[in-house]
T-cell receptor, first 115, second 111 residues
Framework: AQSVTQLGSHVSVSEGALVLLRCNYS??????LFWYVQYPNQGLQLLLK??????LVKGINGFEAEFKKSETSFHLTKPSAHMSDAAEYFC?????????????FGTGTKLQVIP | NAGVTQTPKFRILKIGQSMTLQCTQD?????MYWYRQDPGMGLKLIYY???????DKGEVPNGYNVSRSTTEDFPLRLELAAPSQTSVYFC??????????FGDGTRLSIL
């Protein structure tokens, strides 16, 4: 069964500092991996996706993530945090099986950006 | 381009009441999903559908029902509301191994 672990339910960074949000996954088949962002009172929006084409994936708003098979990780990074990055971030793994696209979400990491 | 539309945005129910959460998409996606989101728990799948007329249970289906008579609509029904169903409900659509597209959610309180 697939699973996703996000280390740290809350992360605080200073404005301009590096953002690193950690995600580890388990999957019985080569996975599709996603990062989503959720702003208050909104649904989840796709930041980026890994679909095996390249291990370093660039997304919107300056975020990127690197797929490391040996570490079963898909950590999200951004070189310089902006105040507008404050939100909750979810890592997700997707497998096609049992007749549907089964998506498992991590429990989320809330990012606080300190001015 | 509306994407995924959920109504209502907020609702307060009394214990034992029933209601239907509406979800409509204009993206022509076959897959549709209902999730509930509780603080610190991520998203839990309630029901999903792979196309009109086909639905199946997810992780946490008890106390809910769904139907899918058209590609566009995927309503979620609560028959006898219980306090444990206080949550934020999200509808999503998607394709095979494609990202999901989410509505803005329905915030439901049961008192």
């Amino acid at each position: 069964a697939q699973s996703v672990t996000q280390l740290g339910s809350h992360v605080s960074v200073s404005e301009g500092a590096l953002v690193l949000l950690r995600c580890n996954y388990s999957s019985s088949v080569p996975p599709y991996l996603f990062w989503y962002v959720q702003y208050p009172n909104q649904g989840l929006q796709l930041l980026l996706k890994y679909t095996s084409a390249a291990t370093l994936v660039k997304g919107i708003n300056g975020f990127e993530a690197e797929f490391k098979k040996s570490e079963t990780s898909f950590h999200l990074t951004k070189p310089s945090a902006h105040m507008s990055d404050a939100a909750e971030y979810f890592c997700a793994v997707s497998e096609l099986g049992g007749g549907y696209q089964k998506v498992t979400f991590g429990t989320g990491t809330k990012l606080q950006v300190i001015p | 381009n509306a994407g995924v539309t959920q109504t209502p945005k907020f609702r307060i129910l009394k214990i034992g009441q029933s209601m239907t959460l509406q979800c409509t998409q204009d993206m022509n996606h076959n897959y549709m999903y209902w999730y509930r989101q509780d603080p610190g728990m991520g998203l839990k799948l309630i029901y999903y559908s792979v196309g009109a007329g086909i639905t199946d249970k997810g992780e946490v289906p008890n106390g809910y029902n769904v139907s899918r008579s058209t590609t566009e609509d995927f309503p979620l029904r609560l028959e006898l509301a219980a306090p444990s169903q206080t949550s934020v409900y999200f509808c999503a659509t998607g394709g095979s191994n494609q990202p999901q597209h989410f509505g803005d959610g329905t915030r439901l309180s049961i008192l």
